[in-house]
């Protein structure tokens, strides 16, 4: 249960108002993961949620080193809900990360560097305010497996749903499974997780996420989404970690596993995250205009090129993974071409047509996927956005083509997204001025961010035999 509380004493009161059995405190790491440690009611006072509460920070993924570890969470009053998950009544509240010594916000916590990016928004005189709208996908499956040591590599995932199993004695198998890249919106029994996503979305609702959609997606095996409504920028990162908390721990109820892994199917559509975007000031859009193209201001088109001219170095916050780039492949809807269009899902920057209201003017970006860490994605979308209204950068040309089938001499003229994280790293390393502007961004994070990917994820892909090789070369 959301519980709107705004200072200390609200969520002392609360806590009393509920009986609070235990407080949970969390907050991201550097890659995007929650983390959490638990304190008892009789632990907290105002003088603790104010002054903050100790933590090992040299443990944290992306934090301190073990002769600095010793730091501080300060809970958000505003974040609090009651965890519907846990037996125990436990109220959680999202943190910011403080170092004890200095006193100032810790400069890798993601979450302070999204509040740096809304600040540096209003301190532009662009804009008041920038809402963020993330079509996050996943997949619920039944079972996943893995593993991997000295002389061995494998996975398997299974789904009740998936079409491979078409065939499988289930005694009995009443079929009704999505066939590959047939899976939007079948009605059940061909969509079986219609009642799992609805309780999805009524806990998410309980919580004070605002749900406009769900659905099943266009892969098979349980490939979904859940569309929240839009909302400020720090607020929508908040809503995307709730999202996926939500999401695997009501599938785990149901004795499933829910993942956000960008391509767990071989030759199947994989998760991404389209995310809508657009600036305000007041009450009025900044992106809407009626004379343009696509009703599109020339200040969104500005934003759009800002997008486009830094779509690889936005690559390495917004697509994060080894994985994602089994996603940005020609097909399978992936948004690889660096252009923008209305309506067409090619395009890696589209304007939705639905509606003439003004109000709904936007850009949706296409090219992220639900691995990033979604206070960095959306302050550095936000970061290009506004280099490219400074700098005034032309987007050129819309394309309203099927990208897809182009002739071959207008294909080679539409630039493309990364084909692998080492290159995305590799730009954000050579293009991240535009990030370091109101110091939204430091060096240290960067620097930080690219070394632990090359480290822990690139390099770590790159060492290992895969198991596809065993095929092509056992018998060279």
């Not at 509380?5 to 806590?15: M, R, Y």
């Not at 125990?88 to 006193?103: E, F, K, Q, S, Y």
């Not at 406009?212 to 990162?237: K, P, S």
């Not at 859009?285 to 009626?290: Q, Y």
Request: net charge negative; proline share 7%.
């Amino acid at each position: 249960m959301f519980l709107n509380c705004s200072t200390a004493d609200d969520v002392l009161k609360t806590i009393k108002a509920n009986n609070v059995q235990m407080i949970d405190l969390r907050f991201v790491d550097l890659p995007g993961v929650w983390q959490h440690f638990s304190v008892p009611p009789s632990a907290v006072d105002g003088d603790a949620l104010a002054e903050g509460i100790g933590f090992d920070g040299s443990s944290i993924r992306g934090f301190q080193e073990i002769q600095e570890s010793d730091m501080l969470v300060m809970p958000d009053p505003a974040t609090a809900f009651l965890d519907p998950f846990t037996p125990a009544t436990t109220l959680v509240m999202i943190c910011n990360i403080r170092d004890p010594v200095t006193g100032e916000s810790y400069s890798r916590d993601a979450r302070y560097i999204a509040q740096k990016a809304e600040a540096h928004l209003k301190s532009t005189g662009v804009a008041e305010t920038s809402y963020f709208g993330p079509e996050a996908e996943f997949f619920v499956f039944n079972e996943v497996r893995y593993g991997q040591g000295i002389n061995h590599a494998f996975h398997e995932i299974d789904s009740k749903e998936g079409i491979w199993n078409s065939g499988r004695a289930e005694a009995p198998n009443l079929g009704h499974k999505p066939r590959q890249k047939e899976g939007y919106f079948p009605v059940p029994p061909t969509d079986s997780m219609q009642d799992l996503r609805t309780e999805m979305v009524l806990t998410l609702e309980t919580l004070g996420v605002q749900i406009e959609a769900h659905h099943h997606e266009v892969a098979t095996a349980g490939q979904a989404e859940i569309d929240m409504r839009f909302t400020t920028l720090t607020r929508m990162a908040d809503n995307l970690m709730l999202y996926k908390y939500v999401i695997k721990n009501v599938a785990r109820k149901h004795g499933m596993t829910a993942t956000f892994m960008p391509k767990p199917l071989f030759e199947d559509n994989a998760s991404g995250m389209h995310v809508h975007q657009s600036l305000w000031k007041g009450k009025t859009n900044l992106f809407h205009s009626e004379k343009d193209y696509a009703n599109l201001s020339e200040l969104a088109r500005h934003y759009i090129g800002g997008l486009l001219k830094h779509a690889w170095a936005l690559c390495g916050f917004c697509a994060p993974t080894t994985n994602s780039y089994r996603r940005l492949v020609p097909g399978y809807e992936a948004p690889i071409n660096l252009v923008y269009s209305q309506r067409n899902r090619s395009a890696c920057c589209r304007i939705p047509m639905y509606s003439p209201n003004p109000r709904a003017k936007r850009v949706e970006f296409r090219t992220p996927d639900p691995s990033c860490n979604g206070y960095l994605a959306f302050a550095a979308m936000l970061m290009a956005g506004l280099d490219g209204i400074e700098h005034r950068i032309d987007p050129g040309k819309p394309i309203d083509k099927n990208l897809y089938d182009l002739p071959p001499a207008e294909a080679k003229a539409v630039k493309s997204t990364p084909g692998s994280l080492q290159q995305a790293l590799d730009a954000l390393e050579a293009d991240h001025a535009f990030l370091l502007r109101g110091n939204v961004f430091t060096k240290d994070v960067i620097e930080t961010w690219i070394e632990y990917k090359r480290k822990k994820e690139v390099d770590a892909i790159a060492l290992r035999p895969h198991p596809y090789e065993f095929h092509l070369y056992y018998d060279i």
